[in-house]
Each structure stands twice: as C-alpha cells, then as structure tokens.
C-alpha cells in the first residue's frame, strides 16, 4: 500500500503544515459526493486515529482512514499551477471513470 507525492506536491503539504502548528499530518482520503460517486480530501489533520493508516514521504505524513484507503492506494499526488489556478491532481490506478466535470470518480 503507498501513496507518493511528487516534489511540488511534497513543498506545498509542508508549507501547509509549517503554517499550523496544531497539525500533525496531511490527511487525504476520499468523500462520497458529485455525479460519480467519490471526490479527493485533502486537508491537515490534527490527530491520527486508531484506524488510519500512516505513510512518510521526505518528511511528510500522510494519514488516510481505512474506509478511504483501498479506493486511493497507489494514487500519485501533485500539485500544479495554472495561470491564476493551483490544485492538488491525483493520478489514481484504481479509478474507472469520472464525471464530465472532472469534480468526482468511480472505482471499479
């Protein structure tokens, strides 16, 4: 089981977490919502529950609950800038599709 994130995506978690001193992880997972079924979470996490699971990229803790954690194992996390835009991007090998405005996604 792994999640990686790439070098940009890495520099904008600790960014994230340097600004709070309360958090102590990254928490990623994702929500049931949108016409697809699932869209991502990112947020900082200030506590790590009995059932996560905790992954360590380069300084980086990443925590996801257990319910999340088949539905995004193997995801690759960047972080890319578009003209005014910014987003975290998720290349998923578990998912199977998306809805046309790209908000949500189905696994198989």
Request: proline share 3%.
């Amino acid at each position: 089981m792994t999640i990686s994130l790439t070098p940009a995506a890495r520099q904008r978690m600790q960014d994230f977490l340097a600004r709070d001193a309360a958090a102590v992880a990254v928490r990623f997972g994702v929500k049931r919502t949108g016409c697809s079924g699932y869209s991502y979470t990112v947020d900082l996490a200030e506590s790590i529950d009995g059932d996560d699971r905790v992954f360590d990229q380069d300084g980086v803790r990443i925590v996801i609950d257990a319910k999340s954690l088949p539905l995004v194992d193997g995801t690759a996390i960047d972080f890319v800038k578009s003209g005014l835009n910014a987003a975290f991007v998720f290349e998923n090998p578990n998912m199977t599709g998306e809805c046309g405005c790209g908000e949500s996604f189905t696994v198989g």
